[in-house]
């Protein structure tokens, strides 16, 4: 059973674009929401995150919204770049920490020049 | 480089078999964490080690073990191979008991292809 649900699987868009990544989540429990990016053949790394009590976060080209009450959030790149091709993970916390980490399945970004 | 170093890169190995992965945390983090990544079910979080012991236990099979040494490296070890343990397995490590969400690095991972 999925925790956290992601769509699309894999985006194209082009230089310059905006590059939207959605996320859904059912447990009201969940109180830190990151977003991950990876490179292949790297790990994935920390992008942004954000918390229900704020609706959204900005930083650089990267926005997270969060709707609390449809229990969504997502992912928006402005301006995007051929570098940020890559596959962008959302992912879900419980109280408690790392321990309580819920991924998303992923969505492969690739920005055509 | 995130400071988290897993090995080997790739693994290849038959059904049956009985595997052993690294991971050597960054620098100064108590904490390691094991995760499994395969491509229709996304990161999935094995289990947790905080200073040797035992913290936290996720969707982790019985044939699959971990431990993590005085000098603080995990290993995980996986035995009786399937086909369907194929997959990308990440160590990632934080400073922390509970998870400090900032500090949690992710190595490059080790790539299982069991045949």
């Known amino acids: 059973q999925q925790q956290v649900k992601q769509s699309p699987q894999s985006l194209i868009v082009q230089k310059g674009g905006i590059s939207i990544i959605n996320c859904a989540y059912e447990?009201?429990?969940?109180?830190?929401f990151p977003w991950y990016q990876q490179f292949p053949g790297k790990g994935p790394a920390l992008l942004i995150a954000?918390?229900?009590?704020?609706s959204e976060k900005k930083e650089g080209r990267f926005t997270i919204s969060f709707n609390k009450s449809a229990k969504q959030f997502s992912l928006h790149i402005m301006d995007s770049q051929p570098g940020d091709s890559a596959t962008y993970f959302c992912?879900?916390?419980?109280?408690?920490?790392?321990?309580?980490?819920?991924f998303g399945t992923g969505t492969r970004l690739t920005v055509i020049p | 480089d995130s400071g988290v170093t897993q090995t080997p890169k790739h693994l290849i190995t038959a059904t049956g078999q009985r595997v052993t992965l690294r991971c050597s945390p960054r620098?100064?983090?108590?904490?390691v964490y094991w995760y499994q990544q395969s491509l229709d079910q996304g990161l999935q979080f094995l289990i947790q080690?905080?200073?040797?012991?035992?913290?936290a236990k996720g969707n982790i099979l019985e044939r699959f073990s971990a431990q993590q040494f005085p000098d603080l490296h995990s290993e995980l070890n996986l035995s009786s191979l399937e086909l369907g343990d194929s997959a990308l397995y990440f160590c990632?490590?934080?400073?922390?008991?509970?998870?400090?969400?900032?500090?949690?690095?992710f190595g490059s991972g080790t790539r299982l292809t069991v045949v």
């Open positions: 992912a879900a916390s419980l109280p408690g920490g790392a321990n309580n980490l819920f």
């Open positions: 954000i918390r229900p009590d704020v």
């Open positions: 620098s100064g983090d108590l904490s």
């Open positions: 447990n009201t429990a969940f109180d830190y």
């Open positions: 080690y905080y200073n040797g012991e035992e913290r």
């Open positions: 990632a490590s934080s400073a922390n008991r509970g998870g400090d969400l900032y500090g949690y690095t």
